[in-house]
């Protein structure tokens, strides 16, 4: 069965610093390029940032340039998202997904993470 879980979500203020995971299971990780996704409560879903199969690549949303790093670890099934810097546009339910190398349009997606930057 697969499965994608995130955690590390939470309430933090702005300025401060949040890692959240994403471990999956149940597909061959390493043949997959990993990605998060944010969506804020009545807004359309957006990408954050995506790492290839290997991790040689990375691309990143404009709003998050230069604040968060994406990295995985093959060997843990597991992908980490590194925000810094944190906004309060940044309040959002962070979800993790899954897409096979080769560009297959079946997607895996997690259940979602609530990140919350505010005084």
């Known amino acids: 069965q697969v499965q994608i879980v995130e955690s590390g979500g939470g309430s933090v203020q702005p300025g401060g610093s949040l890692t959240l995971s994403c471990v999956a299971s149940?597909?061959?990780?390493?043949?997959?390029?990993m990605s998060w996704h944010r969506q804020a409560l009545g807004k359309e879903r957006e990408l954050v940032a995506e790492?290839?199969?290997?991790?040689?690549?990375?691309n990143y949303g404009d709003a998050v340039k230069g604040r968060f790093t994406i990295s995985r670890v093959n060997t843990e099934n597991t992908v980490y998202l590194r925000m810094n810097t944190l906004k309060p546009e940044d309040t959002a339910v962070y979800y993790c997904?899954?897409?096979?190398?080769?560009?297959?349009?079946?997607?895996?997606w997690g259940q979602g993470t609530q990140v919350t930057v505010a005084s």
């Open positions: 149940g597909f061959i990780f390493s043949s997959y390029f």
């Open positions: 790492i290839s199969a290997n991790g040689d690549w990375t």
């Open positions: 997904k899954g897409r096979h190398w080769t560009g297959s349009l079946v997607d895996y």
